[in-house]
């Protein structure tokens, strides 16, 4: 990625007002948040998201007649990694800036983008995800949630889950089957429903880590507007395929910016114990930077031969990253040695390595599991025959 002068002049920008700010009243906010740690100060981490967005740093890759800066993608590369460079906090409202927003933009009419882009913008509103199914989880074309007519309304009745933060979420987009008796990808629809209604229960899944970030979702007759609908009915698949893809995109980018500082402080660590002598662990340690200089080239590979790139280049992303992490969560446990299996405290006082370790063991399943990122591009990468369904 060839970077202009205007691109250096914006890292600039970047890199000072998140200095300045980061600061006062946001100064304790810092690292806190991400995968596993989403319940730490998260009304503190709402406020500074809002405080970003009143300053027009949310949504920058967004055209500026949806509200964004209409940032170039190695403009958007630019800020992903420097916010993950200055320790601020993870965002509170990345699945409506960083998906729903890209995908009503793109399927969605101008009606819905009037509705909902402008508080995504201003993280007035939060979104959860409404795919996986008890059944139906990387396998997503086998959903049974189902939606059906009922005069203006889609009345909807299912199980969702995995579903992350829907605590907390104001609106779900929710794909259901809307054509009885349609099987796997056919009779699919992306529908926007509103999370506080009596229809929805939310239930939260302690993790391995003691915390609760995934949920439980039940649909009992709740209802959505008929046209709440992205895109048309029936052709939701299409639509849920291009969040997908949106969804391991430029943003993967400062993620990777994280993951070499945990590198890095892992190095640190096995220069203090002296693990860094065995030759073994030495190894491991190379071959884990090798990886994340791999990912890197990878997704920048991707974004240049297109916004998105197709969904067999989306699935080696989602590969490498969840495959890399998970590695180092186990490298740390076998560079901190036998002390690394006793919690801090009573009763489940976990340090940022274990924790590292045991939510880590997700990666390869959540987002889509690696079998079913393989098989998509043994068929659609190498022309592979795909695999028989039942």
């Known amino acids: 990625m060839q970077l202009t002068a205007e691109d250096e002049e914006f890292r600039a920008r970047v890199r000072d007002w998140l200095e300045t700010n980061l600061a006062g009243e946001f100064a304790d906010v810092r690292g806190l948040g991400g995968p596993g740690r989403e319940h730490e100060q998260f009304e503190q981490r709402l406020a500074w998201n809002r405080h970003l967005a009143a300053a027009g740093w949310t949504c920058i890759g967004w055209p500026t007649e949806h509200g964004g800066r209409g940032a170039t993608v190695a403009q958007q590369v630019i800020f992903h990694e420097e916010y993950a460079r200055s320790g601020a906090p993870a965002r509170v409202g990345h699945m409506g800036e960083a998906l729903l927003g890209p995908t009503l933009i793109a399927f969605g009419t101008p009606a819905q983008c009037d509705r909902f882009l402008p508080p995504i913008a201003a993280v007035r509103e939060l979104w959860c995800q409404g795919y996986s199914e008890p059944g139906a989880g990387s396998d997503l074309a086998s959903v049974r949630t189902s939606a059906m007519l009922d005069g203006d309304d889609w009345v909807i009745s299912g199980q969702k889950v995995w579903t992350s933060l829907a605590t907390v979420a104001d609106w779900c987009f929710v794909l259901a089957r809307t054509e009885p008796g349609s099987s796997r990808s056919a009779g699919l629809s992306y529908l926007l429903v509103p999370m506080k209604q009596p229809g929805i229960t939310v239930r939260p899944i302690r993790q391995l880590t003691g915390t609760a ?178």
């Open 213 to 390: 970030e995934f949920n439980e979702v039940f649909f009992d007759g709740a209802r959505t507007p008929r046209d709440m609908v992205v895109g048309d009915a029936g052709d939701g698949w299409r639509v849920a395929m291009a969040t997908l893809a949106i969804e391991r995109g430029v943003s993967t980018l400062g993620q990777q910016v994280g993951y070499r500082r945990e590198l890095e402080a892992l190095i640190d660590v096995a220069r203090r114990t002296g693990a860094a002598a065995d030759p073994l662990l030495r190894d491991k340690l190379a071959r884990s930077w090798i990886g994340l200089q791999v990912m890197r080239e990878q997704v920048l590979s991707m974004l240049d031969a297109a916004a998105t790139g197709t969904q067999a280049e989306a699935s080696v992303v989602k590969l490498l990253w969840s495959r890399w992490h998970r590695d180092l969560g186990e490298l740390a446990m076998r560079i901190l040695g036998p002390g690394s299996t006793v919690a801090q405290g009573s009763p489940y006082d976990l340090d940022d390595w274990q924790r590292l370790y045991l939510f880590s063991r997700a990666d390869t399943i959540y987002g889509g599991s690696q079998e079913i990122q393989l098989g998509i591009i043994a068929a659609r990468a190498l022309g592979l025959p795909r695999q028989a369904r039942s």
